[in-house]
């Protein structure tokens, strides 16, 4: 299964090229702890870590690209455990963006480099020139990971509502 970029210690792939094999829905789904969840939508809080995961991950592909990142170390083994996730919502020439990164990688830069090797994909691979991405102002780590890949901020956070970032091409 070919990945679509790699950064200097990840590979990147569609979330739909690992749905061939059950045991990857699960790997992907129980990235997705209570600590890792907390700042996304309601919906995010509770995936299935059974065999319900291929079609809830499903479910998510109709709305949005999904993209999961897993080290380059353990990419191609059997059983391989993903490091983070990115969504990616098209419309014309705009996206918003969603990620996360698995608890037991956080602090190590991979979320910035996520965000760079993702950006950088965008640029060469699709005709997006103008990205958003939400953040809870509460989460310190994502907003210097937003700031470190030039993203700039577009709208403060009301109401304790997400601040938008944003990054033009």
């Known amino acids: 299964m070919p990945s679509l970029f790699t950064t200097q ?31 996304l939508p309601e919906q995010w809080h ?8 291929v079609q809830w991950l499903n479910d998510k592909l109709e709305e949005a690209d999904v993209f999961i990142a897993m080290s380059k170390e353990t990419a191609l083994k059997d059983r391989p455990q993903p490091i983070g996730l990115t969504l990616v919502h098209r419309s014309g020439d705009t996206a918003h963006i969603g990620y996360l990164i698995a608890e037991q990688a956080w602090g190590q830069g991979f979320g910035s480099e996520l965000l760079s090797g993702l950006m950088t994909y965008l640029a060469h691979s699709t005709s997006i020139k103008t990205v958003f991405a939400g953040v809870d102002p509460h989460n310190k780590s994502s907003v210097r990971a937003l700031e470190k890949c030039q993203f700039h901020l577009d709208t403060t956070a009301k109401d304790g509502q997400n601040a938008f970032y944003v990054y033009h091409f």
């Open 9 to 39: 210690r990840l590979c990147v792939y569609h979330c739909q090229s690992l749905l061939t094999k059950p045991n990857h829905a699960q790997q992907i789904t129980h990235l997705l702890t209570p600590a890792v969840t907390a700042f």
């Open 46 to 53: 509770s995936p299935p870590l059974d065999a319900h995961a």
